[in-house]
């Protein structure tokens, strides 16, 4: 009867071990969503004011009269309006 209450006692305390594991596993766990959530807000927060400046943009490069190419660093072309598109004589298989 000895024995086997001491294996319950030692089971136990294996038992509360690894219950102390998980606990502290779960904490960092929940440490860790904290942050991705911190992360996703500001994220969020940066994705709606890029949409917003680059809605901006494309109002101001649709609208403008002012010849807007558009380079990339290779200086090829990206994006043109109407008035680059009249000026230089540019048609759509222009940009690349």
């Not at 086997?4 to 071990?17: G, K, M, R, T, Y």
């Not at 942050?35 to 649709?62: A, G, K």
């Not at 043109?80 to 230089?88: R, S």
């Given at each position: 009867?000895?024995?086997?209450?001491?294996e319950?006692l030692?089971s136990?305390?294996?038992?509360?071990?690894?219950?102390?594991?998980?606990?502290s596993a779960r904490?960092?766990?929940?440490?860790?969503?904290e942050?991705l959530?911190?992360?996703?807000?500001?994220?969020?927060?940066?994705?709606?004011?890029?949409?917003l400046v680059?809605?901006d943009?494309q109002?101001l490069?649709?609208?403008t009269?002012?010849?807007?190419?558009?380079?990339?660093?290779?200086?090829k072309?990206r994006h043109?309006n109407l008035?680059?598109?009249i000026?230089?004589?540019?048609i759509?298989t222009d940009?690349?």
């Amino acid at each position: 009867m000895r024995a086997a209450n001491e294996e319950i006692l030692s089971s136990n305390e294996e038992l509360q071990v690894t219950n102390e594991e998980f606990e502290s596993a779960r904490k960092e766990i929940q440490a860790t969503n904290e942050e991705l959530n911190t992360i996703n807000h500001e994220l969020q927060r940066r994705n709606v004011e890029v949409t917003l400046v680059s809605n901006d943009l494309q109002y101001l490069f649709t609208s403008t009269n002012i010849s807007v190419p558009i380079l990339g660093t290779d200086l090829k072309i990206r994006h043109f309006n109407l008035a680059a598109e009249i000026i230089f004589n540019l048609i759509p298989t222009d940009k690349g």
